[in-house]
Each structure stands twice: as structure tokens, then as C-alpha cells.
């Protein structure tokens, strides 16, 4: 349980970084909390890690007229605690509340969790909720790609050699929009065996405007419900009506792990999303 | 290939050379001799080798030594020297006995210490969920609670 030996870099700059991932079979060390495990496991024996805890330019979240960016360092701790995200995008804090433990959360980074993608992880599903861009950056240069083509699968980033995720951007909803994140696993901190996210909006009538849900842990990457989305435009809020498009999970690709068979996982993730919606709803009446 | 690292534990400034590889509590163990931190899983479930690095817990199997470079660790041999008298933390677990094979109460302890640090008043409810990420075997978890609580009630009153 000791992680294989390999050559430490700690770049005290992003080219400096960018320059030692090229070429050595090098991995990036974010916050380090699945790849230090899967190291210690010895499930990975890269020549080099790149420490990029130095780096000055991955930090921080910003907020600029609805554009949230956060550095690929973004700490969860800091995200669950960031008091303007809190104010324009408050299903981050409640879906991060539900990632591991405090002890985990004060190292692990957004931009990790992007970087090794486990199905259930609740930071990617919030980026595919929002439709975030991702920037990609290496030696060579620089691109942008849109979260639903950079995950190609489970634990599976659409990184190429060399390359590294510097930073994820996306609108925030309107301010007051309606949202909720749940999930379900065995005990407080595990992975989800299902979870799922919805934002709305609706106009001066109390119709839906706007809605987007997501479901996470089922297959190998979270998945939109864009059926759903679409037949909720127009609609009220109405129990029975989110029971019917929350049925959409069942043509959705699952997986079934020792905990959970895909008939089980789905029905959860049903149920969750049926909850989502619900519970987003009264979010809008007490505001 | 070693390399050097210089950090402070409890206060004492230490430089050693260290293989890259050796995880931050294996450090304090075999190199500088702090054997009160504990290992159960070394890979980031049990929370045992829970220590605060410039005052946050983090699991001390999942971070290298040398990335500790220039940082400030408390470990459970830092909350009380050993002729004073206990810390209120720690006297209130003895209190409640909320310890029975004592492997899992340095994690706790320190993870109570940041908890009642940033809420000095928590809920069962809050206890309960700040030390979701500690494993304890023995005691089915009631008497830390209790002692967290008391430790707060403590902690509060100006006696720490």
C-alpha cells in the first residue's frame, strides 16, 4: 500500500509545468485524492509527477456578469464555502456538501475530479448541467472544448499526451432560478449508486421557461435528460408530470456494480430525479 | 532520489532528505519518530491518518511528504504536552470514553479540533457529519459525539 517510486516535480509556473509534461510519462498531482489511492494500489506507475499545487495561475474562482471560472485547483472546501457562488449558483455548495469527506474536500480539486472522472463524481455532472467549456492547455499551445466531448467515458478525459486542464467556465442561471442535487448511497460520503441535478426557470405564471437535469452513476458518464427538458417547457409544476419524464432514465445506459444491479440504480435514479424536480420547485416558493 | 523538505510539526522546525514516494505519514512516523499518527487503510478511507496541514485535516496516506514542504502540520502529539494536562478535546473523549482501542482517536481528534475551530457551537447533526470520513470499529460512534459536544460546551466556556 506505498505508492511505486517516481521523479517529483513541483513547477513554480504553468509553462514551466506544461514544458516537464512533455514527452516523460508524467502525470499530473492535483489535490491527489484518487490518484494518490489508485498509486498507492499500484494501479498506476507513471516515471514522474507533476505537482501542480504551486501554481498561482490555477487558482481561485471568479465571477464576472454571470461567467463562473474556476482554476483547475479550485479546492471543493472552497467551492462549497465561496460566498459569491453561494449567491449565483448555490446547487455548487449542495452538491459538493455530498463529495467524500471534510478531509478530502480541503484537498481535492474541480479540475481532478474533471481529470479522472469516476461516473458518480458530482463536480463533472455539475459542469455537463451547465454546459461547461473546458480550457486545454500544453507546451504547443492552447484549446477549448465543450465538457460533453471531453468525457469520453469512465475515468476516461479527452486529454492527449501532454496536455492539461487549466481552467472550466459556464453561465450561471439566472439569478433566482429554481435547483436541487441529490443523491443516494449506502452511507454519508461514498460514491452515489445514483444521483441527479435539475436547474428551472419559469416565467411571471409559474410555467417552466428553462430546465436542465442531469443524472449521474448510472452509466459511464452523467447523462442529460433532454427528452425531460424538453416536455417540461411550457408546463407547471405538477407531481405526476416530473414522475413521467423522470421515466426517461430508463432508456438511459446503466451499469450495475456489487452494489447496486442497473434495474436497481435506475429505479433510484427515477426517483431522484422525480425528487429534484419536486424539491427545486419549493426551493422557488419560499424564494 | 531523496529531497530535501523542511516543514514544522507542533511547533519544531525539522529538514530531512526524503524519497518522494513516502507519504506524509509514514514521514512523521518513521522519520521523525511521531508514531501517535495512525494507519489503518492508506488509501483515504478510514480517516485515521487524519492530521491538519496549515490548519485543514486532510489524510495524511494521501499526500507526499515532500509536498508538505514549508507547511505547518499538527499531529495528536501536538494538542497536549505530555506533563500538562490534557487538551478539552481529548479530555472530554477520556470523559465519555469515547475511546476503547484508541486507533482511530487521533483522526477524531483532530478532525473535532477543525470542526470546533470553524463551528464552535455544532448539532449532533453537524458532529455527526464532520466525522463521516472517521472509521471507528469499537464504540458505534454515541460517546465521540458526546464527547464533541462536551468538548464544545468546554471549549465555550473559556477554559481551553
Not at chain 1, 30 to 47: D, E, H, I, K, W
Not at chain 1, 136 to 146: D, F, K, T
Not at chain 1, 233 to 250: I, K, N, T, Y
Not at chain 2, 2 to 15: A, E, I, M
Request: contains cysteine.
Amino acid at each position: 500500500m506505498k505508492a511505486p517510486p517516481f521523479d517529483y516535480h513541483r513547477p513554480q509556473s504553468l509553462p514551466e509545468a506544461l514544458e516537464l509534461l512533455r514527452g516523460a510519462d508524467a502525470r499530473v498531482l492535483a489535490g491527489g485524492q484518487s490518484l494518490v489511492p489508485m498509486l498507492n494500489f499500484r494501479l498506476l506507475a507513471p516515471t514522474a509527477l507533476v505537482d501542480i499545487n504551486a501554481l498561482d495561475e490555477l487558482r481561485g474562482i471568479t465571477i464576472e456578469g454571470g461567467r463562473l471560472s474556476f482554476g483547475a485547483m479550485a479546492r471543493q472546501r472552497e467551492i462549497e464555502r465561496h460566498a459569491g457562488l453561494a449567491e449565483i449558483a448555490p446547487i455548487f455548495a449542495q452538491a459538493v456538501r455530498e463529495i467524500g469527506h471534510r478531509q478530502t474536500r480541503n484537498r481535492g480539486t474541480i479540475g481532478g475530479s474533471l481529470c479522472h472522472l469516476d461516473p458518480s463524481a458530482e463536480l463533472p455532472m455539475l459542469c455537463v448541467l451547465h454546459d461547461a467549456t473546458l480550457t486545454i492547455q500544453s507546451a504547443g499551445g492552447s484549446r477549448r472544448v465543450a465538457v460533453r466531448d471531453f468525457i469520453q467515458g469512465a475515468m476516461s478525459p479527452g486529454l492527449d499526451a501532454g496536455e492539461m486542464l487549466t481552467r472550466i467556465e459556464m453561465e450561471a442561471w439566472p439569478q433566482g432560478h429554481a435547483f436541487a442535487f441529490l443523491e443516494h448511497a449506502r452511507r454519508a460520503g461514498d460514491y452515489a449508486m445514483s444521483s441527479a441535478a435539475c436547474l428551472l426557470t419559469f416565467d411571471a405564471q409559474g410555467a417552466i421557461t428553462r430546465a436542465a437535469i442531469c443524472v449521474g452513476g448510472l452509466g459511464d458518464r452523467p447523462a442529460r435528460l433532454t427528452h425531460a427538458e424538453q416536455s417540461l417547457l411550457g408546463a407547471r409544476p405538477d407531481e405526476q408530470l416530473f414522475a413521467q419524464v423522470a421515466e426517461e432514465v430508463e432508456r438511459l445506459p446503466a451499469e450495475g456494480s456489487i452494489h447496486a444491479s442497473a434495474p436497481f440504480k435506475r429505479q433510484i435514479a427515477r426517483t431522484l430525479v422525480r425528487r429534484a424536480l419536486t424539491s427545486a420547485c419549493a426551493t422557488m416558493v419560499t424564494a | 532520489m531523496k529531497q530535501d523538505l523542511t516543514l514544522t510539526v507542533n511547533g519544531v522546525s525539522y529538514t530531512r532528505a526524503v524519497e518522494p514516494r513516502v507519504n506524509l505519514g509514514d514521514f512523521l512516523r518513521h522519520d521523525l519518530g511521531l508514531t501517535g499518527t495512525h494507519f489503518g487503510c492508506e488509501h483515504g478511507i478510514c480517516g485515521a491518518c487524519t492530521v491538519l496541514v496549515d490548519g485543514a485535516t486532510l489524510r495524511s496516506c494521501l499526500m507526499f511528504a515532500v509536498q508538505a514542504q514549508g507547511c505547518e502540520i499538527t499531529t495528536v502529539e501536538g494538542l497536549s504536552d505530555a506533563q500538562a494536562p490534557l487538551h478539552p478535546i481529548q479530555q472530554a473523549f477520556r470523559d465519555q470514553h469515547a475511546l476503547q482501542c484508541g486507533f482511530c482517536t487521533p483522526g477524531m481528534l483532530l478532525t473535532v479540533v477543525e470542526l470546533l475551530d470553524e463551528n464552535p457551537d455544532p448539532s449532533e447533526a453537524e458532529v455527526r457529519d464532520a466525522i463521516s470520513g472517521n472509521i471507528c470499529r469499537c464504540t458505534g460512534y454515541q460517546p465521540i459525539v458526546d464527547a464533541a459536544l462536551q468538548a464544545a460546551r468546554t471549549l465555550k466556556g473559556g477554559t481551553r
